[in-house]
């Protein structure tokens, strides 16, 4: 059963960073990519970034390239997203998910989500 628990979320200034993480556990799939959605009170869930297992390519959304890194830690079965330049239209809750591809990147479980609010 695969799990994803997020974590590193917080309230952030304007312009200040943040590093979230999404640990998996009780993934059997060899091929598989992990990455962050986001959904923002009243609108819709929207993709952030998603990496591959197999050779670490990535995936941005235009919204965040050049600001969000995504990086894997595959010894610690972990993903981060490091966000830095954070605006208020980044206030979001954000999800960790999982899935079989890099522009398919859920459909195998998401995790439960860590608020980020960025205000000052």
């Known amino acids: 059963q695969l799990q994803l628990v997020e974590s590193g979320g917080g309230l952030v200034q304007p312009g200040g960073s943040l590093k979230l993480s999404c640990i998996a556990s009780?993934?059997?799939?060899?091929?598989?990519?992990i990455g962050w959605f986001r959904q923002a009170p009243g609108k819709g869930r929207e993709g952030v970034s998603c990496?591959?297992?197999?050779?670490?390519?990535?995936y941005y959304a235009n919204s965040v390239k050049g600001r969000f890194t995504i990086s894997r830690d595959n010894a610690k079965n972990t993903v981060y997203l490091q966000m830095n330049r954070l605006n208020a239209e980044d206030t979001a809750v954000y999800y960790c998910?999982?899935?079989?591809?890099?522009?398919?990147?859920?459909?195998?479980?998401w995790g439960q989500g860590t608020q980020v609010t960025v205000s000052s």
């Open positions: 998910a999982a899935g079989p591809g890099l522009y398919f990147c859920s459909g195998y479980g």
């Open positions: 009780g993934f059997t799939r060899k091929y598989y990519a």
């Open positions: 990496i591959s297992s197999s050779d670490g390519d990535t």
